[in-house]
C-alpha cells in the first residue's frame, strides 16, 4: 500500500500496508460506494473471504440506495406538501375574493328589488290607472318575481355567512331546536295537519345558530315536500349515531343524489315545489364546518330521509 499510495499521509500514520476494495452496485448498474478492507500486515484473501465481502458490499449497496431513493422521495413530498399548501391558500382566497363580490352583490341588489317591488304595488293601489285584467297580470308577475329573486338574495346571503361566520360551539339538544322550527311552520300555515315525531333527547354540540338554520333547511323542505301527502309526517331523531329527518313526501330518485347538495341544483320543477335550489348547499356547508358529513335517501313518491354527523366522533357512535 505504501507503494501504490506513497503520499497518503493518513494510511502512512495509520502503518497501512495491506488494502482490499469492491464497488457496491446500485440496481441501474452504477457504481453507489466502495467497500474497502485494510490491515497493518499485507492482505490476501481466501477466495470464500471475497465472496463473502462481495456479497456484504451488494448488500450494503442496495441499503445505501434504498435510503437514498427515500430521501429523494421526503424531498418530493416536501415539495408537493408545499404546493399543495400554495394551491390551497391561493384557492381559500378566491373563495373568499368571490363569496365576499357575491355578499356584496346580493346586498346592493335588494334596495332596487325592494323599489321595483313598491312602484309595482303603487301600479295596483293607484285609482288613476285602472290597469286591465291583463295589465293587472303583469304586475302580480313582476311581485311574484320580486319576491322569488328576494328569497333567492336572502338564501345567497345565508349561504356566504354560514361559511364565514366564526363558530362557536356548545352543548345543545338538537330536538328542542326541532321543536321550535315546527312550531314555526305550524304557525305559517295554521290550517295544515303534520304528524310530528321529533325525539325529545338529541345532544349534540356546535354552533347553535348555524344549527338552527340547518333545522330550518331540513325541516323546512319536508314539511314543503310532503305538503302533497293528505297524512304528511315528518320525523327528527338519531339512528346508528346519525341525525335524521325524514319525511313521506314527493322523495326523488337517487340517481340524482349527486346533485342534492350544490348550489342550484334542484330535482323538481318550480311549478311542483318553490325553492331556490341554495338551502341544502347551505346544509352541506354547515356539516362540513361542523367536521361532519351529510347523506340522502330516497325514492320517488315515497319520502326522503336526510342523515347527517357533526363530527367524526359522532358518526362512530
Known sequence: VAGLFPEDKALAARGIEGYWGIAMPARDGDTIGLLVVMDTVPLK??????????????????????????????????????????RTAQLSEAIEELEAFSYSVSHDMRAPLRHIGG???????????????????????????????EQLISD?????????????????????????????????????????????????????????VLLVNLIGNA???????????????????????????????????????????RLHKPSDFEGTGVGLATVARIVGRHGGRIWAEASPGQGATFRFTLSASTERG
Open 223 to 265: 314539511w314543503k315536500y310532503s305538503s302533497k301527502n293528505g297524512a304528511p309526517c315528518i320525523e327528527v331523531g338519531i339512528e346508528d349515531g346519525a341525525f335524521f329527518v325524514r319525511d313521506n313526501g314527493a322523495g326523488f330518485d337517487m340517481k340524482y343524489a349527486g346533485r342534492l347538495f350544490k348550489p342550484f341544483q
Open 45 to 86: 484473501l481466501l477466495p470464500e473471504q471475497e465472496s463473502t465481502l462481495e456479497m456484504f458490499a451488494g448488500r450494503a449497496g442496495a441499503e445505501l440506495e434504498r435510503l437514498r431513493l427515500e430521501d429523494r422521495l421526503r424531498e418530493s413530498n416536501l415539495m408537493l406538501e408545499r404546493r399543495v399548501q400554495e
Open 156 to 212: 345567497l346571503l345565508e349561504l356566504s355567512r354560514v361559511g364565514r361566520a366564526d363558530l362557536e360551539k356548545q352543548p345543545l339538544n338538537l330536538g328542542i331546536l326541532a321543536e321550535e322550527v315546527a312550531e314555526e311552520l305550524e304557525h305559517s300555515q295554521p290550517g295544515r295537519k303534520v304528524a310530528w315525531r321529533i325525539a325529545d333527547n338529541l345532544p349534540a354540540e356546535g354552533d347553535p345558530r348555524l344549527l338552527r
Open 119 to 149: 312602484y309595482a304595488q303603487l301600479l295596483t293601489e293607484e285609482p288613476g290607472l285602472a290597469l286591465s285584467q291583463d295589465g293587472r297580470a303583469f304586475v302580480d308577475r313582476i311581485q311574484r318575481s320580486v319576491t322569488r329573486l
